[in-house]
């Protein structure tokens, strides 16, 4: 359903993506860890269409991001990490609005308008302006966003980002229900413990070069650490442990 061939971004001498390669079947949660600076948002922007690769390919269901990006772009979900939204819109008008932009029958524009409002306990707020939601409000929003027109792919950046503990659970039920039905899950995270729970594999990115990729017990069994959390997996894997050790001492 993914595929990132060689993926590579420059951004004058410094090397953000250098040669990334990996796929995505349909119906996989897929996770993306890394350091800050590792790459990671620059790796989701290319996929999501909103940076253009220095080389390499990506291809979204069969569809080449270069060569097709509409069509590629039609069966993406895109969920950054910070809601950017039209403010001086009301919720049910924003969704309104990306029902058009991705040419969802107008018959079921409020059906489905209603439903996601409804799942994600906004439907009281549908007629406020979004200028007037929380932080938790306009994340759950732009979800509502980019579940409307039933996309093949949802990639997202930092999905519990602003959530509260009820929010961050219906998300996790949400993203598996709709993995049991085919769609892709393309998700970074900071929050390791996440990425473990629900990740079927999990790709760790660092300085821009992919360093390690498999299920989490592979990750495991590749680091040697079976008895601690996952964020230790995560530092022996990208060797900053070795370095805190190595400036205040064993911890």
């Not at 220095?54 to 910070?82: E, L, N, W």
């Not at 040697?224 to 900053?240: A, C, P, Q």
Request: net charge neutral; hydrophobic share 45%.
């Amino acid at each position: 359903m993914i595929v990132l061939d060689r993926l590579t971004k420059r951004y004058g001498k410094l090397l953000a993506v250098n040669d990334v390669s990996l796929e995505v079947r349909p119906g996989e949660i897929f996770g993306f860890l890394g350091p800050n600076g590792a790459g990671k948002t620059t790796t989701i922007k290319m996929m999501a269409g909103l940076l253009r690769p220095t080389s390499g390919r990506i291809i979204i269901d069969k569809k080449d991001m270069a060569k097709d990006p509409v069509g590629a772009k039609q069966v993406i979900g895109f969920i950054p990490d910070r809601p950017f939204l039209y403010e001086k819109l009301t919720g049910t008008e924003f969704l309104y609005f990306i029902a058009t932009m991705y040419g969802v029958d107008t018959n079921l524009h409020q059906q489905k308008i209603r439903q996601l409002l409804s799942l994600f306990e906004l439907e009281e707020w549908g007629g406020e302006l979004i200028e007037s939601y929380s932080h938790g409000m306009k994340q759950r929003l732009v979800m509502c966003g980019a579940l409307i027109h039933d996309p093949k792919v949802i990639i997202v950046d930092e999905p519990m980002v602003g959530l509260d503990p009820k929010g961050a659970k219906l998300v996790k039920m949400l993203f598996r229900s709709l993995a049991r039905k085919g769609v892709s899950i393309f998700m970074s995270t900071h929050t390791l413990a996440i990425a473990e729970e629900m990740c079927h594999r999990i790709g760790i990115i660092h300085e821009g070069r992919l360093i390690a990729l498999g299920t989490p017990s592979d990750l495991r069994a590749r680091a040697g650490i079976f008895d601690s959390n996952f964020d230790e997996v995560f530092l022996r894997l990208t060797e900053e442990a070795p370095l805190v050790e190595e400036i205040f001492g064993e911890l």
